[in-house]
């Protein structure tokens, strides 16, 4: 066979015959060696399977192990995929995560980006790969949710994405300047105010779950009100051995979390353990608890002398007494932001609350603003009305004179 005849791209190489192509991105051409006759039969069959890589190239869904799985460049190219950095970022140490935070990025690199990009080279993805990826995944969930993911699950999408090229980039596979994922901006979140309940609210619920649904109920109720504490992953996984009755405190070191070992993160949401001063409501509830299970279990809520594991039923308590009661529908995590406005409205200072509620200081000034500039407002207006008090006996005094 003439060599003017051979298809482009295709030459004798050694007993075999060589193929050239380029990939995506490279500037240079990849050759792989065919271990064929050098017929003319087979000198035309590489030209055609030359052309299919071609074309697997031009669409996206070129596979080197699927051409050539005993070429060394196989693996290599393996190990540069988005998957391979994805996996990469989702194991990396430095993140140090909690189990549900690692179970929540994992879902969302499955949903969200490795239908499209699993297999593809790192470094000859592109920032249209990405926004078509998102932009699918948006249409998927509207499809499914009949409304668009909220900002903060966006966000969490961006955040995956970043976090695997970050990983590609350090690795030195992708080169910063060239990274598809550094424009891809957050959402900004309206984060909605507190809408807390008043005291007395408060405590006619308290009341009448202990009333309608029994002590333990009515005791996990009244702790969540007076207490701070995060519900249901902080009280479900409170043990004895962390509650001091005699110094009226507890300490919180550890969450409920259906994705940890045992149903138990060793760890707080926020990776640090925290002591709360009991008040005296608080210090009732756990001396009912203390009556009701204290000798049972290493738990301080148990539901059939095991761990008590939150259910829909636990919600159905909370809403039935709403609305025995007539009150509006507020979610359960409220009583969080209950007790943080009692404390601000009472006097308490913010950096105090801050730590018993586990907020970092910014955090909490930043979620209490309302509160805490009613209680600066109120009190410059009681130094103002202090003066206008002053000022009025000053006047009856000259007024009297005068007479």
Same mark, same amino acid.
């Given at each position: 066979?003439?060599?003017?005849?051979?298809?482009?791209?295709? =030459?004798?190489?050694?007993?075999?015959?060589?193929?050239?192509?380029?990939?995506?991105?490279?500037?240079?051409?990849?050759?792989?060696?065919?271990?064929?006759?050098?017929?003319?039969?087979?000198?035309?069959?590489?030209?055609? $399977?030359?052309?299919?890589?071609?074309?697997?190239?031009?669409?996206?869904? !070129?596979?080197?192990?699927?051409?050539?799985?005993?070429?060394?460049?196989?693996?290599?190219?393996?190990?540069?995929?988005?998957?391979?950095?994805?996996?990469?970022?989702?194991?990396?140490?430095?993140?140090?995560?909690?189990?549900?935070?690692? #179970?929540?990025?994992?879902?969302?690199?499955?949903?969200?980006?490795? &239908?499209?990009?699993?297999?593809?080279?790192?470094?000859?993805?592109?920032?249209?790969?990405?926004?078509?990826?998102?932009?699918?995944?948006?249409?998927?969930?509207?499809?499914?949710?009949?409304?668009?993911?909220?900002?903060?699950?966006?966000?969490?999408? %961006?955040?995956?994405?970043?976090?695997? /090229?970050?990983?590609?980039?350090?690795?030195? &596979?992708?080169?910063?300047?060239?990274?598809?994922?550094?424009?891809?901006?957050?959402?900004?979140?309206?984060?909605?105010?507190?809408?807390? !309940?008043?005291?007395?609210? &408060?405590?006619?619920?308290?009341?009448?779950? #202990?009333?309608?649904?029994?002590?333990?109920?009515?005791?996990?109720?009244?702790? +969540?009100?007076?207490? +701070?504490?995060?519900?249901?992953?902080?009280?479900?996984?409170? $043990?004895?051995?962390?509650?001091?009755?005699?110094?009226?405190? @507890?300490?919180?070191?550890?969450?409920?979390?259906?994705?940890?070992?045992?149903?138990?993160?060793?760890?707080?949401?926020?990776?640090?353990?925290?002591?709360?001063?009991?008040?005296?409501?608080?210090?009732?509830?756990?001396?009912?608890? =203390?009556?009701?299970?204290? %000798?049972?279990?290493? /738990?301080?809520?148990?539901?059939?002398?095991?761990?008590?594991?939150?259910?829909?039923?636990?919600?159905?308590?909370?809403?039935?007494?709403?609305?025995?009661?007539?009150?509006?529908? =507020?979610?359960?995590?409220?009583?969080?932001?209950?007790?943080?406005?009692? +404390?601000?409205?009472?006097?308490?200072?913010?950096? /105090?609350?801050?730590?018993? $509620?586990?907020?970092?200081?910014?955090? @909490?000034?930043?979620?209490?603003?309302?509160?805490?500039? =009613?209680?600066?407002?109120? @009190?410059?207006?009681?130094?103002?009305?202090?003066?206008?008090?002053?000022?009025?006996?000053?006047?009856?005094?000259?007024?009297?004179?005068?007479?």
């Amino acid at each position: 066979m003439d060599k003017k005849q051979f298809p482009k791209g295709v =030459r004798l190489n050694g007993s075999g015959i060589q193929i050239r192509f380029k990939l995506k991105g490279d500037k240079n051409y990849t050759h792989e060696q065919l271990e064929w006759s050098q017929a003319p039969a087979n000198i035309n069959k590489a030209g055609k $399977l030359r052309q299919e890589i071609k074309d697997a190239i031009r669409h996206g869904v !070129f596979r080197y192990a699927e051409f050539f799985p005993d070429s060394p460049r196989a693996y290599e190219t393996q190990i540069n995929t988005f998957a391979h950095y994805a996996q990469g970022w989702l194991d990396s140490p430095i993140n140090d995560w909690t189990p549900q935070t690692r #179970y929540k990025f994992k879902g969302i690199l499955n949903r969200v980006w490795m &239908a499209s990009l699993d297999e593809k080279l790192i470094h000859v993805i592109t920032h249209t790969d990405l926004t078509q990826a998102l932009s699918d995944s948006i249409s998927e969930f509207v499809d499914k949710y009949n409304k668009e993911p909220s900002k903060s699950l966006y966000n969490d999408w %961006l955040t995956c994405i970043r976090g695997t /090229f970050e990983i590609a980039v350090q690795d030195k &596979a992708v080169k910063r300047v060239n990274n598809p994922a550094a424009e891809l901006k957050n959402k900004k979140r309206d984060k909605s105010e507190p809408d807390p !309940f008043e005291i007395e609210e &408060a405590d006619l619920i308290i009341a009448d779950i #202990y009333k309608n649904d029994g002590e333990m109920w009515g005791a996990w109720y009244e702790l +969540g009100f007076y207490s +701070g504490m995060r519900y249901p992953s902080e009280p479900t996984a409170l $043990l004895w051995e962390n509650v001091s009755l005699k110094n009226s405190e @507890f300490k919180v070191t550890q969450i409920y979390s259906k994705h940890a070992k045992d149903k138990i993160q060793k760890t707080t949401k926020t990776g640090y353990s925290r002591t709360v001063i009991m008040n005296t409501r608080s210090l009732h509830a756990f001396k009912v608890l =203390r009556k009701l299970t204290g %000798l049972k279990s290493s /738990f301080v809520f148990l539901q059939d002398d095991e761990m008590l594991i939150p259910s829909k039923a636990t919600h159905a308590i909370w809403r039935a007494s709403l609305k025995r009661l007539g009150l509006r529908y =507020r979610d359960p995590y409220t009583m969080r932001h209950t007790y943080a406005t009692i +404390g601000l409205m009472s006097g308490a200072n913010p950096a /105090f609350m801050a730590k018993q $509620l586990g907020h970092s200081t910014e955090e @909490f000034f930043k979620t209490y603003t309302t509160w805490i500039e =009613r209680i600066s407002r109120d @009190f410059q207006m009681n130094l103002i009305e202090s003066g206008i008090k002053s000022g009025l006996k000053v006047a009856k005094k000259i007024a009297e004179n005068d007479n």
